[in-house]
Structures are given as structure tokens and as C-alpha cells.
């Protein structure tokens, strides 16, 4: 099964308005991390966003916020007031722990969805 | 200075032929990792490192190699280019410190062309 879904191959917004990126995820640790990173047409990964499955607020880094929702075990990314320069893949990734349970392990990255952000 | 750098940035190689993908990084992390991209297909784990002495294999090893040199190096080896091969290549660095936060900050990427 997929430990990470993003079911949006591809979405379009108006510029200044805002848009939700989903991610679902699959999981049976109690302890885990999930990412957003961000890839340019240029080509580079950039992190954008973290939330820990234990934090009870939602992450949020200045037009970027998760809305996260544990029971339904989704980690949707909220782009507010998108800019054309968001035009780019975005991907969801997660962390777990290690099969030992001793220490965390590599990240499972998403499929990705590309935003198109028209004037 | 760029605090993970990959040389080449891009590569155009014969089938049959080794290749060396290179990735410094002055972030001063333990642990390092080499992913691949495909279209369609997000990121896959070829290899990581959590330290000098420790390297693994990730989901996709076969065909692959990889050295850790120093803290800061970390290279990957095609021993024989195969088409199926052609990518962009991605390393990336991580401080194990965070636990579940730790965040993982990548290279700009290799454009490999397996002709």
C-alpha cells in the first residue's frame, strides 16, 4: 500500500487566491514527521513545511499552513494568496521510526502534485 | 556558498560506462542520502548514510554503489549505465537531532542522460 497518497496530479489556481494541496498517509507509529517540499521548474527541492504528529496546532510558515488531521490521517498543504511564483511540483513526505522503533528512519515522498498559478 | 553541492550538475554517459555522481555538503550533518527522480514517480531512496562507518541500501540499490569518504562527502557510482538509468539525481543531508522533525535539505540536482 502507499504510505503516501496525493491523488492531485495537477491543479490550477487565480493568482491572490488560495489553494489546498492533499496528502493522505499511512501509518501505524504513533511518532511521526511529515514535510512539504517544494520543486521549481529549475529543478531543486525546497522544504517548505513540518508537522509532528504529536503537535496539536497546525504548522504554519508565513503563506504556507498544514491542516492536519490525524484521525482521517491527512496533511493537506494551504497555500495562501498564491503568487506566480508557487507555479511549481509540491511534495508530501513522511517520516517514521525505524522497524526497531529505536530512532527515525528515511523519508517516503508522494507522487507530487503540479500547481499552475494563473495571472 | 550553496550548503549541499552536486557535481556534475548535468552528465551525458554511454550505456556500459561508470560514472560518479559527487555531493559535499558544509551543513555539518551525519547523515546523507542519494535519491532518484522519475517522472510520474516522485523520489525513490537509492542509499543512505547515518554516519561515516554506516551505510544502507534503499528501495532501489541495484545497479548502484556509493562511498562515504569524510562527514561531508558522499558519492554515488554507476558501475555500468544502463538507459533506465537516466534520471535526475538528488542528494540530500539531514541532522539526526530533530527526531521525528528532522528535515531533510537537498542538493540542487544531476541531470543524467544514459544514452
Known amino acids: 500500500a502507499q504510505k503516501i497518497t496525493q491523488t492531485q496530479p495537477g491543479m490550477f489556481v487565480q493568482e491572490k487566491e488560495a489553494v489546498t494541496l492533499d496528502c493522505t498517509y499511512d501509518?501505524?507509529?504513533?511518532?511521526?514527521?511529515l514535510f512539504w517540499y517544494k520543486q521549481p521548474s529549475s529543478g531543486e527541492m525546497i522544504f517548505l513545511i513540518y508537522?509532528?504528529?504529536?503537535?496539536?496546532q497546525n504548522a504554519t510558515e508565513g503563506r504556507y499552513s498544514l491542516n492536519f488531521q490525524k484521525a482521517r490521517k491527512s496533511a493537506n498543504l494551504v497555500i495562501s494568496a498564491s503568487q506566480l511564483g508557487d507555479s511549481a511540483m509540491y511534495f508530501c513526505?513522511?517520516?517514521?521510526?525505524?522497524?526497531?522503533?529505536?530512532?527515525?528512519?528515511?523519508?517516503?515522498f508522494g507522487q507530487g502534485t503540479i500547481l499552475t498559478v494563473h495571472p | 556558498d550553496a550548503d549541499v553541492t552536486q557535481t556534475p550538475r548535468n552528465r551525458i554517459t554511454k550505456t556500459g560506462k561508470r560514472i560518479m555522481l559527487e555531493c559535499s555538503q558544509t551543513?555539518?550533518?551525519?547523515?546523507m542520502y542519494w535519491y532518484r527522480q522519475d517522472p510520474g514517480l516522485g523520489l525513490r531512496l537509492i542509499y543512505y548514510?547515518?554516519?561515516?562507518?554506516?551505510?544502507n541500501k534503499g528501495e532501489i540499490s541495484d545497479g548502484y554503489s556509493v562511498s562515504r569518504q569524510a562527514q561531508a562527502k558522499f558519492s554515488l557510482s554507476l558501475e555500468s549505465a544502463i538507459p533506465n538509468q537516466t534520471a535526475l539525481y538528488f542528494c540530500?543531508?539531514?541532522?539526526?537531532?530533530?527526531?521525528?522533525?528532522?528535515?531533510?535539505?537537498f542538493g540542487p540536482g544531476t541531470r543524467l542522460l544514459v544514452l
Open positions: 551543513k555539518g550533518h551525519d547523515r
Open positions: 501509518t501505524s507509529d504513533q511518532s511521526y514527521g
Open positions: 540530500a543531508t539531514s541532522d539526526p537531532g530533530q527526531g521525528a522533525g528532522e528535515t531533510q535539505y
Open positions: 513526505a513522511m517520516r517514521e521510526r525505524t522497524a526497531g522503533g529505536t530512532s527515525y528512519g528515511k523519508l517516503t
Open positions: 508537522q509532528g504528529s504529536y503537535d496539536e
Open positions: 548514510s547515518f554516519d561515516v562507518k554506516d551505510i
